[in-house]
């Protein structure tokens, strides 16, 4: 398949630059900055088990906007992976919109759900699929990506849950080395679960200010990390999801262990002073939570503090 992976952060880089390693024919849609970067260092990414790094094949958005002018003609691409923050997707919809064909299947990895819907008002219902990864990695400051901890996951799926040809194949050209890839019949619910046990973790480390380790060993913070979860539950129980009371309970479970030093990357942009997906991860289930009428203060708390800080960085 010709793959075309939008973005080469994190979650992109390693993706991409391993089913660039197995041999696959894979291209990275990035900006100009990015591009002069990969084009002079390479992709590198730091693993678990070692270093390894690739010469990635590139492709700017002003390439494809200039097709018409300068008559290249790039055909359109199979499979296109979609990594790019949640704040970004309308504006890189536009931009690989040239290179998606009457077969292209798009494969977005966001946070929440929204997402879907609006790749599907832009191109078409039949052209999404359901995709959610677990990755914990970052970018260094010379740009390279660091796969922090062993967890690794990608899941993807028909959004009918049906097991169809073209899924199929996207299941097999994804089975290569690095990369723990799971086809799902159920994948719909499955985001949900991810984007409950998200918005836990950020709403809680980001009103609080700490891991998850630091709020369970506070006073009241048990209380707190229970209270925050069952919010969540609740909304996306309106939301649609069909709650597995197993998926509560483990999530209250992991996010009380006082070991623990997990946060999100909302938690981590946030410290950096980088924009956060407040409106995808916390916001989004506001609004659901007031078209249910339900009563959700921690949550609300929680968007009203991350809404504060995204306007104090972009002034």
Same mark, same amino acid.
């Given at each position: +398949?010709?793959?075309?992976?939008?973005?080469?952060?994190?979650?992109?880089?390693?993706?991409?630059?391993?089913?660039?390693?197995?041999?696959?024919? /894979?291209?990275? *849609?990035?900006?100009?900055?990015?591009? =002069?970067?990969? $084009?002079?260092?390479?992709?590198? @990414?730091?693993?678990?088990?070692?270093?390894?790094?690739?010469?990635?094949?590139? *492709?700017?958005?002003?390439?494809?906007?200039?097709?018409?002018? %300068?008559?290249?003609?790039?055909?359109?691409?199979?499979?296109?992976?979609?990594?790019?923050?949640?704040? %970004?997707?309308?504006?890189?919809?536009?931009?690989?919109?040239?290179?998606?064909? #009457?077969?292209?299947?798009?494969?977005?990895?966001?946070?929440?759900?929204?997402?879907?819907?609006?790749?599907?008002?832009?191109?078409?219902?039949? $052209?999404?699929?359901?995709?959610?990864?677990?990755?914990?990695?970052?970018?260094?400051?010379?740009?390279?990506?660091?796969?922090?901890?062993?967890?690794?996951?990608?899941?993807?799926?028909?959004?009918?849950?049906?097991?169809?040809?073209?899924?199929?194949?996207?299941?097999?050209?994804?089975? /290569?080395?690095?990369?723990? =890839?799971?086809?799902?019949?159920?994948?719909?619910?499955?985001?949900?679960?991810?984007? *409950?046990?998200?918005?836990?973790?950020?709403?809680?480390?980001?009103? +609080? $200010?700490?891991? +998850?380790?630091?709020?369970?060993?506070?006073?009241?913070?048990?209380?707190?990390?229970?209270?925050? @979860?069952?919010?969540?539950?609740?909304? @996306?129980?309106?939301?649609?999801?069909? #709650?597995?009371?197993?998926?509560?309970?483990?999530?209250?479970?992991?996010?009380?262990?006082?070991?623990?030093?997990?946060?999100? %990357?909302?938690?981590?942009?946030?410290?950096?002073?980088?924009?956060?997906?407040?409106?995808?991860?916390?916001?989004?289930?506001?609004?659901?939570?007031?078209?249910?009428?339900?009563?959700?203060?921690?949550?609300?708390?929680?968007?009203?503090?991350?809404?504060?800080?995204?306007?104090?960085?972009?002034?």
């Amino acid at each position: +398949m010709r793959i075309l992976v939008v973005g080469a952060g994190a979650t992109g880089g390693y993706y991409g630059a391993r089913l660039t390693q197995a041999g696959n024919d /894979v291209t990275f *849609l990035v900006r100009e900055k990015r591009a =002069a970067a990969l $084009r002079k260092s390479g992709l590198q @990414v730091q693993t678990p088990e070692g270093i390894f790094s690739v010469q990635p094949q590139l *492709l700017l958005a002003s390439e494809l906007a200039s097709q018409p002018a %300068s008559k290249v003609i790039i055909q359109p691409f199979d499979l296109i992976i979609l990594t790019v923050k949640g704040f %970004s997707l309308e504006a890189v919809l536009e931009e690989f919109a040239p290179v998606v064909g #009457e077969q292209t299947l798009i494969l977005p990895v966001l946070n929440g759900m929204n997402h879907l819907e609006i790749i599907q008002q832009r191109f078409g219902k039949h $052209r999404a699929l359901g995709g959610l990864c677990r990755i914990n990695a970052t970018l260094d400051e010379h740009g390279q990506v660091h796969q922090m901890t062993a967890l690794e996951e990608l899941i993807y799926g028909e959004v009918s849950g049906e097991t169809t040809e073209r899924i199929t194949k996207v299941h097999e050209a994804l089975q /290569v080395a690095g990369i723990t =890839a799971r086809l799902s019949k159920n994948i719909v619910s499955e985001m949900w679960e991810k984007w *409950l046990f998200l918005a836990s973790v950020g709403g809680i480390a980001c009103l +609080m $200010r700490g891991n +998850m380790g630091q709020v369970s060993r506070a006073a009241g913070g048990l209380e707190f990390i229970r209270a925050f @979860v069952e919010e969540v539950v609740s909304i @996306v129980v309106a939301g649609g999801y069909q #709650e597995r009371p197993q998926v509560k309970a483990n999530t209250i479970k992991e996010l009380s262990n006082p070991e623990s030093v997990q946060t999100t %990357s909302m938690y981590r942009d946030m410290i950096q002073g980088l924009p956060v997906e407040a409106k995808q991860i916390l916001g989004d289930l506001v609004e659901i939570s007031k078209r249910a009428v339900l009563s959700t203060p921690l949550m609300n708390a929680a968007y009203t503090h991350m809404s504060v800080y995204q306007h104090s960085i972009e002034k």
